[in-house]
């Protein structure tokens, strides 16, 4: 289980003692659309990763107390109602799972899926999430009338934090948020895309996908979690 450690101190490392804490709030208060909701160009404020801003989304699970002590929420920069123009944009979760709730590979690999895929099935009213997992994008589109309503990264991260919390492994999340213009990006989208390549690799093992490793760019990864396993 110790696999996606490094991802998640490199994370934290680029987060660094910057930063905001937001409350959480469990049960949330924001409504959720129970929809995919279409938000109208009319109706918009701005954009979360719009445009060829960075928009990057991603999910690392770890049973280090110390990277993940307990639920938090995390904004570095501006909130949503301070926001006024497309900006670029980061949200990620770091999940403590509990010690030995892992079984297998197998459930390893279900686990990081189904906690990945919290993102769809998640609609804040106002909050109109875009994903294209083949480029790592998350775009997120902001409501005029829900933002003068009070729609802020601690209700749609305390919707999230309930979200993850489903899943009986997850102990505790630090949910971050980012709009933070100066932020390295790039170091935490190379970041996660080793995260993503380890995952791909759990794929293969428990797929027993059949591949010409000799040729295959994850070749040095996947030695690297038959390893760990």
Known sequence: MKMYDKTVGEVLSLIGNGGENLPVVLPPTWPDEGRNQLIFSQDAAYELGGGQLSAIGGVCITEDREAVGEDEIVLLGKDLPDLREDTPYARIALIRVKEGSVEDTNHLYKL????????????????????????????????????????????VGSMFLEAYHQLPEVEAVKLIFVTDPAFDYDALSQSLLRSEQITQALDHLVNKVNMDCHSCALQEICEEVEKML
């Open 112 to 155: 990081v899926r189904a906690q990945e895929y919290v993102r769809y099935h998640l609609y804040p009213q106002g909050f109109m999430m875009r994903i294209s997992s083949m480029k790592n994008r998350e775009t997120v589109r902001l409501r005029k009338s829900d933002l003068q309503a009070g729609l802020s990264f601690d209700k």
